[in-house]
């Protein structure tokens, strides 16, 4: 029993090691990358890093509070209009964008006026999708709408908007999106030049360590305790005194924060935002990424956002036609065979091989013998 004892704590001790160790290593990896991948490269983990944040706030609302929500989407395109918009103004030097000139619009949309301003721009693509989630998360939650039909509405609104969108050929220049161009700047910084790529994605890899850090602090307070009790009993926790409809709202509303905070990054580094990233189908996408490197747990959402966008890039430059295809092969393959995500596989692989190893060689004897008696004592009734 000691020994016995003694091995797990050690079992415990390696695992805590590991994770330190490979934390170590990623964080090295990611200042190093600069130095050992190619720009186009670089450019790639950089939109990468930024889908990772969008996983973030799915794993918080989904893996630990037990809300799968479908419009993920939505906020992460926010997030990359808010920027846009201030990207086309600082283009367009104090006049219009030029596609407005296309459709004959001759003054500037109100809504466009404070994007002027960079710091309403960088502050807009959090606070925007968190207003909007958190209006329709109160209205959601405060007739104790869950399960599916939370899902489903938070996917309808995103079809809403993405098909609003499109029709705003004046505006926002409709399903044709905003692009950058050779010519496109940043906070005065031209866009194509190396320097100002490495820039963004510094702080991209910078604003992801901020937010792991933020979501791992939450899920360790008493606040992640609260979320893990409205995810496996709800009405027992209403039953406790606590209100479940505002955790769940400031949840949300910090989820779609992230997501509008991965837009915002993601649209320098991918050059263009339109309406189809609001689509559904982006919003699927995001949960793929959460489910195969395994929710509820913040570094799987991580994880899983790098290695899924890693495969389908590879897979769609090799089998350009089917690509997408294998992906749904991989994750149909995913949920059947490993359910807990990659994480999954580090979770249990080390407990599951300690019980092996540690089980003694006679244990099914000992068991036989207790269970089995001999004929003679049979009891009949």
């Known amino acids: 029993m000691i020994f016995s004892h003694l091995g797990q704590r050690l079992a415990s001790r390696s695992k805590v090691t590991f994770w330190f160790s490979f934390s170590i290593w990623a964080v090295a990896f990611l200042f190093a990358a600069p130095k050992l991948l190619s720009p186009f490269d ?7 890093l930024a889908f990772a944040i969008v996983a973030l706030g799915l794993d918080l609302l989904w893996g630990y509070t037990g809300m799968l929500s479908l419009g993920q989407g939505l906020f992460f395109g926010l997030g ?5 918009l201030y990207t086309q103004l600082e283009q367009a030097g104090g006049k219009l964008p030029e596609f407005m000139g296309l459709y004959g619009v001759t003054d500037l949309p109100a809504f466009w006026v404070p994007f002027h301003s960079p710091i309403f721009a960088i502050l807009a693509a959090i606070i925007l999708p968190m207003i909007v989630a958190a209006i329709l998360g109160f209205m959601v939650f405060r007739s104790r709408v869950q399960g599916v039909y939370f899902s489903i509405i938070t996917q309808a609104l995103t079809a809403i908007v993405s098909l609003l969108l499109i029709g705003q050929q004046q505006a926002i220049n409709g399903t044709n999106g905003l692009p950058i161009n050779d010519s496109s700047t940043l906070f005065g910084l031209p866009l194509s030049d190396d320097h100002t790529r490495v820039a963004i994605y510094l702080a991209t890899a910078v604003c992801l360590g901020v937010s792991y850090l933020l979501c791992s602090f939450l899920v360790r307070s008493r606040l992640g305790r609260l979320l893990v009790a409205i995810r ?3 009405n027992r926790l209403r039953f406790t005194g606590y209100n479940p409809v505002l955790i769940k709202v400031l949840i949300f509303a910090l989820s779609a924060g992230l997501a509008g905070l ?5 649209y320098p580094q991918g050059g263009i935002i339109s309406p189809a990233a609001l689509g559904i189908v982006p919003s699927i996408e995001i949960v793929v ?5 395994g929710r509820g747990t913040l570094v799987g959402a991580v994880l899983g956002a790098v290695v899924v966008n890693e495969a389908k890039n590879l897979i769609s430059t090799e089998h350009p036609d089917t690509w997408t295809l294998i992906i749904g092969a991989m994750f149909v393959a995913s949920v059947l065979l490993i359910p807990n995500g990659i994480m999954g596989i580090f979770k249990s692989g080390p407990a599951w091989l300690w019980r092996k190893i540690h089980r003694p060689t006679d244990a099914p004897e000992r068991e036989t013998e207790a269970h089995i008696k001999p004929v003679g004592e049979l ?3």
């Open 80 to 84: 990359a209009y808010c920027i846009a």
């Open 289 to 293: 990424w959460v489910a195969i490197g």
């Open 232 to 234: 496996d009993d709800e």
């Open 379 to 381: 009891e009949l009734r």
């Open 42 to 48: 670089l450019n790639l983990l950089g939109k990468f």
């Open 262 to 266: 991965g837009g915002a990054l993601f």
